[in-house]
Nanobody
Framework: QVQLVESGGGLVQAGGSMRLSCTASGRTVSPYAMGWFRQAPGKEREFVSA???????QYADSVKGRFTISRDSAKNTVHLQMNSLKPEDSALYYC?????????????????WGQGTQVTVSS
């Protein structure tokens, strides 16, 4: 079993920045991929970004150029640096982890999910 704990959410003004962190525990082996998803009221949960064990990254078109995902393998932690935030970025952000390899990391079929951290961007 893998436990995921997110931190760093809160309230920020449009144009500002925020850094989210997610730490995985419960296993000594790093997951194949760790990703970030978000869900706003009345909308479906959507893929934001992911990073593979190899270090390769992927971003949703809506955040490309503004968000950066990174990892600290020694600490089994993934970060999401969010810059130039927009009101439409407001959502509950979830960290997720997948243990087994998969071709597409933007799938929703991850094995473990965090509790979510709220990000609210005011206009």
């Amino acid at each position: 079993q893998v436990q995921l704990v997110e931190s760093g959410g809160g309230l920020v003004q449009a144009g500002g920045s925020m850094r989210l962190s997610c730490t995985a525990s419960g296993r000594t082996v790093s997951p194949y991929a760790m990703g970030w998803f978000r869900q706003a009221p009345g909308k479906e949960r959507e893929f934001v970004s992911a990073i593979r064990r190899s270090g390769s990254t992927q971003y949703a078109d809506s955040v490309k150029g503004r968000f950066t995902i990174s990892r600290d393998s020694a600490k089994n932690t993934v970060h999401l640096q969010m810059n130039s935030l927009k009101p439409e970025d407001s959502a509950l952000y979830y960290c997720a982890a997948r243990q087994s390899p998969i071709v597409a990391v933007d799938t929703q079929r991850y094995d473990y999910w965090g509790q979510g951290t709220q990000v609210t961007v005011s206009s």
